[in-house]
């Protein structure tokens, strides 16, 4: 073959050798296929376990339980027990080694989200103590009358 | 060719140990161990939503954006919550400002007023990734950095996601989406840090009405799992054929 027609033929080679040595030195040893097949399971797998460690920020009542026993115990025998205290106090994350203090949400939006009536009979909305808006106390915060942990009781 | 007998009953003897030998690397396996070892995987994550115990509170969506660190004010996130309301002359309408992340304190739907009389019914539905068997999203991955876990958890590459937006096109339920600040894709993952903890999902454990639940399938214990199992329940877009994890109670012909 006349040598015109080869070299390109070289460099192509080339190319190809050049990026096939490049591919052993940048994809990872775990990369390949793990799971069931090709088409679901061709994944780096120590990626599993980089999600396993992401941070978890939500504790869970009981990481709560541990020094908040007594307010606990109020939420818990009022008609509130079912939500969860981060819920309006924000994500534990460290608390208390490295958050001193959670920023505590106390606004009237929060409380609507639950308690805002809208008039959807057959929705579960209407089986919750609800207030309409723009008709009930406007401009004051909901705790200033209502103890969240304990709706029943009110607040001097 | 000759054979004396003493060499003969010795080759007998060698070949037979010879091929016995290997057999003995097997064990016999009982069949619940059987079982056991075909399975692929001891845990098959799934989820369950109860439509009609949804208040459209939207704390599930507030959670899990701070869980997952998805940016608070950016129009995306990995769960949302959505409001049908249909009305007597058979329109349905339909809304999720921000994903729900507020709740739903308006009655007003778009900035439309509806007329209470008007309804015939009105519910929420939350909504997140499926964990399909058969991901759309993950066949269309050119670089093989979303993949499906043991576990049935499809989760994504951070360090290898290209950006592309091909899985963010191919998934027929838009759980996906382009992070802002990582830019990668991005979806829910039942909460994968969580799960592998023994935890719930933050949506769950935030969840006051028991709207939402996670169940191992594979545990023939799991409660949730019993009534995926025995109960009527739906998926979403079942004719894509994607076989979608996250099934439904109460699930209305209007929701699409």
């Given at each position: 073959?006349?040598?015109?027609?080869?070299?390109?033929?070289?460099?192509?080679?080339?190319?190809?050798?050049?990026?096939?040595?490049?591919?052993?030195?940048?994809?990872?040893?775990?990369?390949?296929?793990?799971?069931?097949?090709?088409?679901?399971?061709?994944?780096?797998?120590?990626?599993?376990?980089?999600?396993?460690?992401?941070?978890?920020?939500?504790?869970?009542?009981?990481?709560?339980?541990?020094?908040?026993?007594?307010?606990?115990?109020?939420?818990?025998?009022?008609?509130?027990?079912?939500?969860?205290?981060?819920?309006?106090?924000?994500?534990?994350?460290?608390?208390?080694?490295?958050?001193?203090?959670?920023?505590?949400?106390?606004?009237?939006?929060?409380?609507?989200?639950?308690?805002?009536?809208?008039?959807?009979?057959?929705?579960?909305?209407?089986?919750?103590?609800?207030?309409?808006?723009?008709?009930?106390?406007?401009?004051?915060?909901?705790?200033?009358?209502?103890?969240?942990?304990?709706?029943?009781?009110?607040?001097? | 060719?000759?054979?004396?007998?003493?060499?003969?009953?010795?080759?007998?003897?060698?070949?037979?140990?010879?091929?016995?030998?290997?057999?003995?690397?097997?064990?016999?396996?009982?069949?619940a161990e059987a079982a056991a070892a075909l399975a692929e995987s001891k845990v098959r994550w799934a989820f369950l939503v109860d439509t009609n115990k949804c208040v459209g509170c939207g704390l599930c969506?507030?959670?899990?954006?701070?869980?997952?660190?998805?940016?608070?004010?950016?129009?995306?996130?990995?769960?949302?919550?959505?409001?049908?309301?249909?009305?007597?002359?058979?329109?349905?309408?339909?809304?999720?400002?921000?994903?729900?992340?507020?709740?739903?304190?308006?009655?007003?739907?778009?900035?439309?007023?509806?007329?209470?009389?008007?309804?015939?019914?009105?519910?929420?539905?939350?909504?997140?990734?499926?964990?399909?068997?058969?991901?759309?999203?993950?066949?269309?991955?050119?670089?093989?950095?979303?993949?499906?876990?043991?576990?049935?958890v499809v989760l994504i590459d951070r360090n290898w996601c290209i950006g592309c937006g091909y899985c963010i096109m191919a998934c027929p339920y838009g759980v996906r989406f382009f992070h802002p600040e990582?830019?990668?894709?991005?979806?829910?993952?039942?909460?994968?840090?969580?799960?592998?903890?023994?935890?719930q999902p933050a949506c769950v454990e935030c969840c006051s009405f028991g709207a939402r639940r996670i169940a191992n399938l594979n545990d023939p214990n799991d409660p949730v799992a019993n009534i995926i199992?025995?109960?009527?329940?739906?998926?979403?877009?079942?004719?894509?054929?994607?076989?979608?994890?996250?099934?439904?109670?109460?699930?209305?012909?209007?929701?699409?």
């Open positions: 073959m006349k040598w015109h027609v080869l070299r390109p033929l070289w460099v192509a080679i080339g190319l190809v050798g050049l990026i096939l040595v490049a591919r052993q030195f940048l994809v990872p040893d775990d990369f390949g296929v793990h799971g069931r097949n090709f088409t679901y399971g061709y994944y780096r797998l120590s990626n599993v376990q980089e999600w396993k460690d992401f941070p978890v920020k939500f504790q869970g009542r009981e990481s709560c339980a541990e020094c908040h026993e007594e307010n606990l115990a109020k939420v818990n025998a009022s008609s509130h027990a079912p939500v969860e205290c981060e819920n309006c106090h924000g994500p534990s994350v460290n608390h208390p080694d490295d958050v001193e203090l959670l920023p505590l949400n106390t606004t009237r939006e929060l409380c609507l989200r639950c308690h805002a009536f809208l008039d959807y009979p057959n929705s579960a909305r209407a089986s919750l103590v609800s207030i309409e808006d723009r008709r009930h106390k406007r401009r004051y915060e909901c705790v200033k009358c209502h103890n969240p942990h304990d709706p029943k009781e009110e607040v001097e | 060719m000759t054979c004396s007998r003493r060499e003969f009953l010795k080759n007998t003897v060698s070949s037979t140990v010879a091929s016995v030998m290997p057999l003995s690397a097997f064990t016999l396996l009982s069949h969506v507030t959670a899990c954006k701070k869980e997952n660190e998805i940016p608070f004010d950016a129009p995306v996130t990995r769960t949302w919550v959505e409001r049908y309301v249909v009305t007597k002359d058979g329109e349905t309408h339909i809304d999720s400002p921000m994903g729900g992340r507020d709740g739903f304190i308006d009655d007003k739907i778009r900035g439309e007023e509806i007329d209470p009389d008007n309804i015939d019914k009105a519910f929420f539905v939350p909504k997140l990734c499926n964990q399909c068997d058969n991901p759309a999203c993950v066949q269309v991955c050119p670089v093989g950095a979303t993949y499906q876990t043991d576990d049935g990582k830019k990668v894709a991005d979806k829910c993952n039942f909460c994968y840090h969580r799960i592998s903890k023994g935890m199992k025995t109960e009527r329940v739906s998926v979403l877009k079942d004719e894509y054929g994607t076989k979608p994890h996250v099934f439904y109670l109460g699930l209305d012909a209007e929701v699409r």
